[in-house]
């Protein structure tokens, strides 16, 4: 089975801080997606990487970066947190872009106060 | 923009009862996904139909799709109190990446 791994469950930080958010899945695939949900928004893509060293922006991608130096690895920065950030992340990755499933990590609780 | 939206946004259930549960979407796809996600964890896949396929069954799950109406459901049969979670669809259309989810339903399953 895919093993999709987020760093933290939950994570509080302040505000104006540089926060990352590490996922490392283990099958090998391409392509690996940042989403965050938030209740009543459902699951809102930030971005998303189908190669080492590139990514795409998603729906909501201000405010965040990412980095995706090795395959197996795609981070999350929030360069400057803020309290409209605070939201549940959920990292995924699949084998090929839409036609297979995502997989799903148990996702990052994150608070900023 | 959202495109699924799943409905009703919250069903309950007795054990052994079945779920019905239905997506809407708007533009053409290629396919359309169903996950569920218990709380406070992340989404798990349930099954995938492709837009050339009317039917799809996996063990208890059963996931109709019509083009023609930008509909599918998801049936999920003698449910147990195990299966209460959210399910989400997801459609994957002609940008070929992204998948769009819906707002999910919410189903309690009471023992």
């Known amino acids: 089975d895919v093993k999709v791994t987020q760093s933290s469950r939950y994570l509080v930080k302040r505000t104006g801080e540089k926060v990352f958010l590490e996922c490392v899945q283990d099958m090998d695939h391409e392509n690996m997606f940042w989403y965050r949900q938030d209740p009543g928004l459902g699951l809102r893509l930030i971005y998303f990487?189908?190669?080492?060293?590139?990514?795409e922006k998603g729906d909501i991608p201000e405010g965040y970066s990412v980095s995706r130096e090795k395959k197996e690895r795609f981070s999350l920065i929030l360069e400057s947190a803020s309290t409209n950030q605070t939201s549940m992340y959920l990292c995924?990755?699949?084998?090929?872009?839409?036609?297979?499933?995502?997989?799903f990590g148990d996702g990052t609780r994150l608070s900023i106060l | 923009s959202q495109q699924g939206e799943e409905d009703p946004q919250a069903l309950s259930i007795q054990e052994g009862e079945n779920a019905t549960m239905n997506c809407s979407y708007k533009t053409s796809i290629n396919n359309l996904q169903w996950y569920r996600q218990n709380s406070g964890r992340g989404l798990v896949h349930l099954i995938l139909i492709r837009s050339n396929e009317r039917e799809k069954h996996s063990g208890r799950l059963r996931v109709t799709l019509d083009t023609s109406k930008k509909s599918s459901s998801l049936l999920i049969t003698a449910s147990r109190a195990a299966d209460t979670a959210s399910y989400f669809c997801a459609t994957a259309g002609g940008s070929n990446y992204k998948l769009t989810f819906g707002k999910g339903t919410l189903l309690t399953v009471n023992p």
């Open positions: 995924a990755s699949s084998l090929l872009l839409g036609s297979q499933p995502q997989h």
């Open positions: 990487s189908y190669d080492v060293k590139m990514k």
